[in-house]
């Protein structure tokens, strides 16, 4: 028979082991949680980032597909792009603000090469529009764009590296 004494001593030992036990189990429930919270939070910064640059490059795409032809269904990429880049970039500018300062430094860049690059594809459709085709390829031979589109690349390639 289990003596008196052993099981004085057992029950409690019992108990703490339980409640350790408990407390282990809800600790690990509560990181799992938070890791999960941080990793969807990743997710959709990459996804804002991702649709941002899309953007861009939609624009791209139409731009130099109408350049070549000039044929108005080639804008329709760009003009598109162009109506969702503002509240793409809204969003990624949402996502950043509780982000370190050098990543918000990096929205700062953004913006502005966003405004060149739109600017320099406004100048290129405008001269070819206005049957400028040689001119809108000579500044589109400078590169200027493509100089942008670079730069953009790298600075969303920077935030998405720091998720």
Do not use: W
């Not at 085709?133 to 920077?158: C, P, W």
Request: include cysteine.
């Amino acid at each position: 028979m289990i003596r008196k004494g052993a099981l004085q001593i057992a029950v409690p030992a019992l108990l703490v082991c339980i409640a350790l036990n408990a407390y282990l189990v809800v600790n690990h429930l509560r990181q799992m949680q938070k890791m999960a919270t941080l990793t969807l939070e990743s997710s959709m910064m990459q996804a804002s980032i991702s649709g941002f640059l899309n953007d861009l490059t939609d624009m791209e795409t139409g731009q130099r597909g109408y350049l070549l032809t000039s044929n108005q269904s080639y804008l329709q990429p760009y003009t598109a792009a162009k109506n969702r880049i503002e509240s793409d970039f809204a969003t990624l500018r949402a996502k950043l603000a509780s982000r370190t300062e050098g990543e918000r430094s990096l929205e700062s860049q953004l913006e502005s090469l966003v405004k060149s690059k739109q600017v320099e594809m406004e100048r290129t459709i405008d001269l070819r529009q206005r049957g400028y085709r040689h001119r809108s390829f000579m500044l589109v031979a400078t590169n200027e764009g493509k100089d942008y589109m670079d730069q953009a690349r790298r600075i969303t390639s920077s935030l998405s590296s720091a998720e």
